[in-house]
């Protein structure tokens, strides 16, 4: 027992504890017991109501966060990327605020629609779009399809009654130096065509010839967490460039460029993130340049931010199962989740923090590393990461900055159900998904 629940009134002469809220959601705040709150709600309570591991959602924080790109950017199309978290309640709020959403699959669409989206204001990208997801697009009546190959063309040609509009994906050639799984802006990887190459001329050719096809512009896709803006106005010269040389050469004029997301959010303190004014101003003056270079009107501009709206938004709740002391090596917190429902660490080597919710630890911490329940030497959640020497099993250990790219990568490994999904706002909580469970893994299995 510590001085704190001997003495509780201790607790009104000590500093409020505060956290880093680059890292977890704005409403963030410890109550009177040291517990960590998330819009009102404190993750302890979450944990015992729901179970773990969890996942939780603050409503606010994402609407904020559709918010400011809809400040710094008052003349441009934000498009929400759906792959980094949908459900019909998110795809409801970003489309409340006034974004557009990008879906890559049937499944994503029919959850768009689902929530009411309007199907013009609905993108559909991906690499290889089957023939029955193009037709099923198509006959919702989605705003644009991206063109990512020359088979696409050929399907939609065959598709269409009325006049789909589309854009052309092209990789402009930008290196930005980040994990080789996350680089789209080069010219050796699946997505688009090469800007300047003879696949890209073709593709424009053919979608011209095609009556039932209107390109209205060019989509590009640098990567992902990317912090530099300057990246971004290199794409934008060389993608104004581009739409010039198709009113040259075809006399058809071009009025959309959407620069896709990657927007860098900063997972732990200190960790590099975008900053939306600067990219701004960035993307603002790179127009000017390049439109006047090449007597280009300006066009529309479009983003598509995903992790940069949901993954600050989201914390994930893990209870300690025990608390391994390896002689002569590392301490390890093995938590009741892992690579289940947190993939990044194992596909991207992404690094979390890890904290102790349903207390605030007042002595001396010990490094850890924050391992998962699953069969796989893998298996890690956070490395290096500092825990109160005293932590025990049954503890409740909090990894912000979750949102993005959790639950849309979850598994059911081991035969584990996936964990469920919790929005708080304003002291309430409601669950929008519910824990995935043995029965529900049998109910595909047919034996």
């Known amino acids: 027992m510590t001085l704190l629940e001997i003495f509780p009134s201790l607790r009104s002469g000590m500093p409020s504890p505060r956290v880093d809220t680059t890292v977890w959601p704005c409403e963030t705040h410890y109550d009177d017991l040291g517990r960590i709150t998330v819009g009102g709600v404190a993750l302890a309570d979450l944990a015992d109501q729901y179970g773990t591991p969890t996942y939780v959602l603050d409503e606010t924080e994402v609407r904020r966060r559709c918010q400011a790109y809809r400040k710094h950017f008052p003349d441009a199309e934000i498009i929400y990327a759906a792959k980094a978290l949908l459900t019909k309640s998110v795809a409801g709020w970003v489309a409340e605020e006034g974004l557009s959403v990008d879906v890559c699959s049937a499944g994503e669409l029919a959850i768009a629609l689902a929530a009411g989206v309007t199907p013009e204001r609905i993108v559909l990208h991906g690499s290889g779009k089957p023939f029955a997801e193009l037709e099923t697009a198509v006959a919702a009546g989605v705003g644009r399809i991206v063109i990512d190959s020359l088979t696409e063309i050929t399907l939609l040609s065959a598709l269409v009654q009325r006049p789909q509009r589309v854009l052309l994906r092209l990789s402009p050639g930008i290196d930005v130096h980040g994990h080789p799984a996350v680089k789209t802006g080069v010219a050796d990887q699946k997505f688009g065509f090469p800007l300047g190459s003879a696949q890209a001329a073709e593709a424009v050719e053919r979608i011209l010839r095609q009556p039932g096809l209107e390109l209205v512009g060019f989509h590009c896709h640098l990567g992902s967490q990317i912090h530099d803006p300057d990246y971004y106005g290199e794409a934008v010269r060389r993608m104004v460039a ?206």
Request: include cysteine; glycine fraction near 10%.
């Open 242 to 447: 581009a739409m010039a040389h198709v009113r040259d050469e075809h006399d058809v004029l071009l009025t959309e460029l959407d620069l896709g997301g990657g927007h860098a959010v900063a997972y732990r303190s200190g960790d590099a993130e975008m900053n939306l004014y600067v990219l701004a101003d960035i993307l603002d003056d790179a127009l000017d340049a390049a439109c006047a270079r090449h007597g280009f009107p300006r066009p529309h501009l479009a983003l598509e931010p995903g992790r940069a709206i949901v993954a600050r938004a989201g914390v994930t709740l893990y209870r300690v199962m025990t608390v391994k002391h390896i002689e002569g090596g590392r301490t390890f917190v093995i938590v009741d989740g892992g690579m289940n429902d947190n993939p990044r660490v194992a596909l991207y080597g992404a690094r979390y923090d890890a904290v102790v919710a349903n207390r605030h630890p007042t002595g001396p911490h010990m490094t850890a590393t924050v391992a998962g329940r699953y069969c796989e030497a893998g298996d890690i959640l956070a490395t290096d990461v500092r825990v109160p020497a005293d932590l025990r099993p049954g503890e409740i250990l909090a990894i912000p900055c979750t949102g993005a790219y959790h639950h849309s990568l979850a598994s059911s490994y081991n035969g584990v159900g996936r964990p469920p999904l919790v929005s708080v706002d304003k002291g309430r909580c409601r669950e929008l998904i519910r824990r995935e469970t043995p029965a529900d893994l049998l109910t595909r299995d047919l034996g």
